[in-house]
């Protein structure tokens, strides 16, 4: 078992604010990356904002789908060409300045912050997610089967499970199956579709098949939390399995608020369900 130690000596490399981004765009991912011990911390960090940059074109309100699409299109290209071309990523988002977020127009800091071992990976996961995300651009995010529903939330999700396997088994050779990774994911996902399905119905989308209701969906949400369940059982390492029981627990706690009959967790909800997984893991 090999551990990864952060040897940078060039403070340049490294973004000191990379954890204050994270913290501005995910309220799910922040609380157990800031737990993560030294090193793995920031590598899952980098990890996540690659994916989170690309993200927020998917999702801006103002771009048209046609420039999304052409985004993200060369966003992957330039992601899996060798040598990686910081240069052309920052070409490509020039003229979106004033349009994209701070965290899109950094994409290649959060690339050069990760390491080079896994960035390969990084990279890849990274490239597969945005090409997959221009193809739901151009289908207008049509989802019509659960066959198509899985489509979309392994593009948008699943990938954050195996790009997450892959690291851990870089870190220390801690071995997870992918499968159940990608459960992990779908299953976070299908609990931000139930959370969000009444303004995704208002913007005009809905990721809901054809002839689904609610329960349909929570019995998707479900089916695949039992494999995000599995998924954590596998893993021994403490800070790794803080990390992924967090977002976990969190989307269960989640699952019950919204069968209740409530919006979300309270505040107090979700401090008390962190304490009680890091206690329990300690």
Known sequence: MRYWVNTRNNVDEVPNDA???LKETSRTFFIPISLLTPGLRETVASAYLCMRAIDEIEDHPQLQPQIKSELLTTTSKILIAKPYDNEALNNLYSPYHDS?????LRLHDWINYCPEEIRDEVLKSTAIMAEGMANWVNKDWTISTEEELDQYTYTVAGLVGVMLTDIWKWYDGTKADKELGIGFGRGLQAVNILRNYKEDDERGVSFFPNGWNLDDMFAYARKNLDLADQYVKEIKTETILNFCQIPLALAHGTMKALSDGREKMTRNEVNDM???????TS
Do not use: A, G, M
Request: charged content about 25%; glycine content about 0%.
């Open 19 to 21: 954890i204050d981004i």
């Open 100 to 104: 994209l977020p701070e965290v899109t």
């Open 274 to 280: 962190v304490n009680k997984v890091v206690t329990k």
